[in-house]
């Protein structure tokens, strides 16, 4: 059967950044439900995508710390201004370790309220009053530092915006914020 004309965009490929994927077909990183419980489920719902074709198949949220992990939910604290440093050192190096493992693109999240970087963009969770309490001013600089902090010098190579994109992307192999900056 051939395939309608209209759709010949979608088998075309298309530029992220420094990545071309051979196709447009491609999966974000939303969670299934399977979680840490079923990771054989998790993966064949990635390899049946594979085995169709589709370019980008993503991953669900990783953790890039020990500190990072949501369960148990036991409960926190409050951030102190030392442990800036070493979250920021947290996403350089998992950026580092994706990318040694062949992933050549990783997104650095800052939705769903699961995140450190949504927290301080979040009017309910960002109580701070020390220089991290002006979300609007230290929001997109947390979630941009994350982002340029693993492009060169931190991780890989880097690429320019692509035509077309409607939210403030930055890339290193090709790393990709994801927020619009409104926050919660």
């Not at 036991?74 to 070493?86: E, H, S």
């Not at 996403?91 to 990783?106: D, I, N, P």
């Not at 301080?120 to 994350?146: E, I, M």
């Not at 991780?155 to 090709?174: E, I, Q, V």
């Amino acid at each position: 059967m051939p395939r309608d004309p209209r759709y010949d965009v979608l088998f075309k490929p298309v530029k992220i950044r420094p990545v071309t994927a051979r196709n447009r077909f491609g999966q974000v990183p939303h969670c299934n439900g399977t979680g840490r419980t079923c990771p054989s489920s998790k993966a064949d719902k990635r390899r049946v995508k594979a085995d169709g074709g589709w370019a980008v198949i993503c991953t669900e949220e990783v953790e890039i710390h020990p500190f990072a992990d949501h369960s148990p939910r036991a409960g926190g604290r409050r951030m102190v201004l030392t442990d800036i440093p070493d979250l920021r050192r947290w996403h350089v190096t998992a950026a580092k370790r994706a990318q040694t493992v062949g992933f050549e693109v990783a997104l650095v999240c800052a939705g769903h309220q699961l995140s450190t970087i949504s927290h301080v963009l979040s009017r309910h969770r960002n109580r701070r009053t020390d220089a991290w309490a002006d979300r609007w001013k230290t929001g997109p600089g947390c979630r941009a530092g994350r982002s340029d902090e693993t492009r060169p010098g931190g991780c890989g190579r880097d690429g320019g915006l692509g035509p077309g994109m409607r939210r403030p992307l930055r890339s290193g192999w090709c790393v990709v914020a994801d927020d619009d900056g409104r926050g919660a």
